[in-house]
């Protein structure tokens, strides 16, 4: 499923990165390297479009950092040869509040009891916490005054910090890539993308996404082809703000399985088509409302991706 040829992609995602230095005649690449496998990746085609000493790179990391995100990101930087420059932001967002509502406190409890409370959560209003966050958004909040309370309370300033943290993080890059007289770009992925699992304007919304055309599963191609270590490719993907919990725990399904479905509705097949292919309705429910409620998250202004991973795409070997 969602089979890319990998090494076709990696060298239009190069020679994109290239032509954009040359085009807009800038230094050096700058980017954000969290660690995570599409920073990794992204930042490993960047190396090999312009060179090691062309790229800058940075690992912004807070209090509230997983503690082996630092150990990744230099893991990577090492791996590639390049320096990694580490900033903590944790003073700075501690002076804005960040830390300040007693919600940021409880999100310190050990991982075990804030997956307890993510699963009782999705128990009780069937639904997950991302789901609501993005309705809220929305303004598709509901009735429900549990919930509404809830999300008044304990989701609204737990979303406010995530907010304050990325676009803090992408000022901070403008910044260094203004002074490198640099282009930023951003490992943003087509998954997360239609999930909504980033913060608008924040570092993960850049303008120049070169794999945003990517279901997260294909990104995952490209780091075996790439020949990554070993600790990065088979890392859990992290938000990295609230420890011990994953991006999968928080969005409610599996990348793999997002992804499946994503691309059964990329291509049009009808709700008894997907639900032959042994998707539950569930699932299937529960991703177009992610897609649909998230539909607010998508209008900054972003260029086209130089490929992508849709079915019909020259790039899909599966199709």
């Not at 085009?23 to 690449?29: I, L, Q, T």
């Not at 991703?287 to 539909?295: G, K, L, P």
Request: proline fraction near 4%; charge should be neutral; include cysteine.
């Amino acid at each position: 499923m969602l089979e890319i040829d990998a090494a076709r992609a990696a060298t239009a995602i190069e020679q994109y990165i290239s032509d954009l230095c040359d085009e807009r005649n800038k230094h050096c690449v700058v980017m954000g390297l969290s660690g995570g496998i599409d920073s990794a990746v992204l930042i490993t085609l960047a190396v090999r479009a312009v060179g090691a000493d062309r790229v800058k790179a940075y690992f912004l990391k807070d209090r509230d950092s997983e503690s082996d995100s630092e150990v990744k990101a230099r893991t990577m930087a090492d791996w590639l040869g390049i320096e990694l420059q580490v900033r903590d932001i944790s003073q700075v967002m501690g002076q804005k509040g960040v830390y300040a509502p007693l919600i940021m406190r409880i999100s310190r409890l050990g991982a075990p009891t804030k997956r307890f409370l993510l699963w009782l959560y999705q128990v009780v209003f069937r639904e997950t916490a991302h789901l609501t966050t993005i309705k809220g958004g929305s303004g598709h909040l509901g009735r429900n005054p549990l919930k509404r309370l809830i999300y008044r309370f304990c989701i609204t300033p737990l979303v406010k910090s995530f907010n304050i943290r990325h676009i803090f993080r992408r000022k901070l890059i403008e910044k260094e890539a203004e002074r490198y007289d640099g282009i930023i770009i951003g490992a943003a992925n087509r998954t997360e993308e239609q999930a909504g699992w980033f913060v608008k304007k924040g570092i993960d919304d850049m303008p120049l996404q070169p794999m945003a055309g990517l279901y997260k599963t294909q990104v995952w191609q490209l780091s075996e082809f790439l020949g990554l270590p070993q600790t990065i490719r088979e890392q859990l993907p992290s938000p990295d703000m609230v420890k011990g919990v994953t991006s999968e725990m928080s969005i409610g399904i599996t990348y793999r399985r997002l992804d499946e479905i994503l691309d059964y509705i990329d291509r049009g097949f009808t709700e008894e088509a997907i639900l032959a292919r042994g998707i539950t309705k569930q699932e299937l429910t529960n991703t177009r409302d992610i897609q649909f409620y998230s539909a607010w998250m998508r209008d900054s202004p972003h260029e086209i991706p130089p490929m992508n991973g849709l079915a019909g795409s020259p790039y899909r070997t599966d199709t």
